[in-house]
């Protein structure tokens, strides 16, 4: 059974850094690309980065290029997302996902996600 366990998030201050966990079970992560996600209140949910499966190559949404780098470990199978110079606007529910392939769509395998939240 796929699981998949986000951790790592809070409450910080404008320009903060936060890091993010995603433990995965169930399958053999390396198999798959792997992808962060927020969705905020109100908003359609949004791929922020994404990572192919042995880390070489990444890609990540405008909003969050350089101040956001995603990275895994496939023997830990846990993906990661460091956020540093956070800004109130990164606020939001950030979830982890395999993707079917590089342009692939995420899989319906959702976790409950780790709340970030970023004040001004």
């Known amino acids: 059974q796929v699981q998949l366990v986000e951790s790592g998030g809070g409450m910080v201050e404008s320009g903060g850094s936060l890091r993010l966990s995603c433990a995965a079970s169930g399958f053999t992560l390396k198999t798959y690309v792997m992808g962060w996600y927020r969705q905020a209140p109100g908003k359609e949910r949004e791929r922020v980065a994404r990572i192919e499966n042995f880390g070489v190559g990444t890609n990540y949404a405008e909003s969050v290029k350089g101040r956001f780098k995603i990275s895994r470990d496939n023997v830990k199978n846990t993906v990661y997302l460091q956020m540093n110079s956070l800004k109130p606007e990164d606020t939001a529910m950030y979830y982890c996902?395999?993707?079917?392939?590089?342009?692939?769509?995420?899989?319906?395998?959702w976790g409950q996600g780790t709340q970030v939240t970023v004040s001004s």
């Open positions: 996902n395999m993707l079917t392939s590089w342009n692939g769509d995420p899989s319906d395998s």
